[in-house]
């Protein structure tokens, strides 16, 4: 019995509010109370209500609330409630970020977060299991393509639940950018059917007015063999890169290179011999597009460490060996210059390929997807794991539908202007599925595998291991509150269910690649989750924000090659040319390079959400300090980058999104 003051606050978005009436319930551990109080949430609103209980509640739990179907039904976002009153301690906070719509009813808990075995009296044990029996029905598994990892079902956007979909301020920029960009294609492109490149400077018509400066850096210098391996270590793709541990089997050298043979050897006993080996493409089928057959091939390219941490390609097989035929041809910066250039070229087209379907497509986008459906799946709002990992999901199954209707589809971008489209695409997506092991996921692990963690001019080495270091104290201290040992992780049974529904599920037995199947330590746990978060910010961003800098410049990163691969080095500019994208065809990759590479205006950056789903002091405290060690992180990138004559931005935690969102 007593007074309670009751806040009920609307999303600020234009079409956060309803005219629909909402009413309200109390519920505590002694019994619920109808308010009997029925009001408009109004946009961008506060609503404060006073109101006597005449009944006892006791300790306050949840607050009900059921939004009425007006004649003019509209949706209502709730970004939270606040009651003050007996039963509570000061004013208690309930989360919420949500979408209520048609007659729905919603539970909301305070923002305490409590694990299962915690709720002692099972106080909470109907409404998580009534969650999550909500949230399954709504969050199922699909399927896209056999052999890939899961993605949520539905076939578009307006089949998934209005929580993942964007929010007006998103959908309005990215709908009226891709309309600008598609009518600027149009209009410029029509042009481009008529034009033919007669030398690759005419490539300089498509560049971008307004290009990043090092969009124009390499511009001027893609032709340079130091540029072409500092991409491997900084550039769109720093995943492929490792440190050679012995001459790779597919590496046949003929008796008269013995020279070469001696120099490698000696290189690989200094440890200063590296390998990108494209051997994932070897065998895939190359596109058709508009009658013309495209071509892919598998190169292996032999780089060395410099002293001055330069690394300088040594050889290129653009083909792998095959059985009763003559050793491939080896290309070699000796070689006459147009013929080390097609070869090079060659290698970045191949590149292009693997840097967007495995490493940005697969490893960014797909995974994060696995993680956010099998969470929702898995975990109530009540537990502390879902309200870590909440706001590292906001856009990702939206963007990544969109991406499966229009760039990975039939007659998607893909299959129009990509050497890999029409089925080579997915064929190296389920190639590399089976390459997706948990040690690749975790920093620390995957650099040591590429024997890179000791190389200083690998700026996304160094930043990637110091930004999951700060990712994983942020994931240890919040744990820590609610896990005090490893019992507390083991006998979770919510945490289990949620680990098998990733590996088993989503990953489709990822405990064949050594993801877990369950969760036995604090350390186990801690190491997984951070996995988690740094997948769906660091790992996404070091992929995705080079696009528009490495290949705005369409000779640097061609997305189909209309030639094979040379049999010879009598190589002249036409062949190049003869070889290269079309200016159709680049221009139509440069559109979409522009705009998914283009930085975010409703952007959120690592750890600036502004939704609270822990309440109490001690999470917010542990969530300040994430905040300020990313602060400190990105200064030190800012005053390492003005020293630098290639400045390395993607894994500064001022631009690394806090989830994937394009």
């Known amino acids: 019995m007593g007074k309670y003051m009751i806040r009920v606050v609307t999303g600020d978005s234009l079409l956060a509010g309803s005219s629909n009436l909402v009413q309200l319930w109390l519920v505590g551990e002694h019994g619920e109370a109808d308010l009997g109080k029925q009001f408009r949430p109004l946009r961008r609103g506060t609503t404060e209500l006073e109101i006597d209980v005449p009944v006892h509640l006791g300790r306050l739990l949840l607050v009900k609330m059921h939004k009425h179907r007006g004649l003019l039904d509209s949706d209502w976002f709730c970004k939270w409630v606040t009651v003050q009153g007996p039963g509570t301690q000061g004013e208690a906070f309930f989360p919420c970020y949500s ?14 977060a409590l694990k299962v075995n915690d709720d002692t009296q099972s106080l909470f044990k109907k409404y998580r299991e009534q969650e999550m029996e909500d949230r399954r029905k709504v969050y199922r598994w699909g399927s896209w393509k056999e052999g890939l990892i899961l993605p949520v079902a539905g076939s578009t956007q307006w089949d998934l639940p209005r929580n993942q979909r964007f929010m007006e301020d998103k959908d309005l920029d990215f709908s009226l950018s891709l309309a600008k960009v598609l009518k600027e294609f149009a209009i ?48 769109a793709n720093p995943m492929l890169l490792r440190r050679s541990k012995s001459l790779p089997a597919r590496l046949v050298l003929p008796p008269e290179m013995q020279d070469l043979q001696t120099q490698l050897e000696k290189e690989l006993q200094a440890g200063s011999l590296f390998e990108a080996d494209f051997s994932l493409l070897d065998g895939v089928k190359p596109n058709i597009i508009i009658f013309k057959q495209q071509y892919v091939t598998a190169p292996l390219v032999m780089l060395k460490m410099e002293p001055d941490g330069r690394l300088l390609p040594m050889l290129i097989q653009l083909q792998p060996p095959r059985h009763g035929c003559s050793p491939p041809l080896l290309f070699l910066p000796s070689d006459p210059p147009m013929a080390w250039l097609l070869a090079k070229i060659w290698v970045r087209s191949s590149d292009f390929q693997l840097h967007q379907l495995q490493s940005h497509l697969l490893r960014g986008h797909l995974m994060a997807e696995v993680i956010s459906v099998a969470t929702m799946r898995s975990l109530p ?80 080495a160094q930043d990637a291991l110091r930004l999951w270091e700060i990712i994983h104290r942020y994931v240890e201290r919040m744990l820590e509150i609610f896990y005090k040992s490893d019992s507390d992780v083991k006998d979770d049974p919510e945490l289990q269910v949620w680990c098998r529904e990733i590996t088993e599920i989503g990953l489709l037995g990822g405990q064949d690649r050594g993801f877990p199947l369950s969760l036995e330590t604090r350390a186990q746990l801690c190491r997984f989750v951070a996995m988690c978060v740094f997948t769906c910010t660091g790992q996404h961003a070091s992929t995705h924000l080079g696009q528009l800098d490495w290949y705005a410049w369409i000779p640097n990163g061609p997305c189909t090659m209309r030639k094979p691969p040379p049999t010879s ?94």
């Open 381 to 460: 709002s009540l537990h502390p794991v879902y309200k870590l990992l909440i706001p590292h999901f906001r856009y990702t199954m939206e963007i990544n539908i969109l991406a499966r209707n229009n760039l990975v589809s039939e007659w998607g971008i893909f299959d129009l202007v990509v050497s890999t489209g029409s089925g080579g695409h997915v064929d190296i997506l389920q190639r590399a599925t089976a390459c997706l092991t948990y040690r690749s996921f975790c920093p620390p692990d995957d650099l040591a595998d590429r024997g890179l963690l000791d190389v200083k001019s690998s700026l996304y």
């Open 99 to 112: 979408w209520v719509q048609n007659n729905e009813t919603i539970c909301l808990s305070e923002g305490t």
């Open 188 to 235: 410029k492109g029509t042009l481009d059917f008529i034009s033919c490149v007669q030398k690759l400077e005419d490539y300089q018509k498509i560049f971008p007015h307004g290009a990043t400066a090092l969009a124009g850096r390499v511009r001027d210098s893609w032709k340079d063999d130091a540029l072409f391996g500092y991409q491997f270590l900084n550039g």
């Open 569 to 662: 080095k009598d190589v002249t500019e036409k062949d190049i040319l003869d070889a290269m994208p079309t200016l159709q065809q680049a221009r139509m990759q440069m559109t979409f390079t522009k705009f998914l590479g283009r930085r975010q205006p409703a952007m959120v950056a690592l750890g600036q959400h502004n939704e609270e789903y822990f309440s109490g002091p001690e999470p917010r405290a542990v969530l300040k300090q994430f905040q300020e060690e990313l602060a400190i992180m990105d200064k030190e990138i800012e005053v390492r980058n003005a020293s630098l004559d290639l400045p390395y931005e993607y894994l500064r935690p001022s631009v690394v999104e806090n989830s994937v969102t394009i």
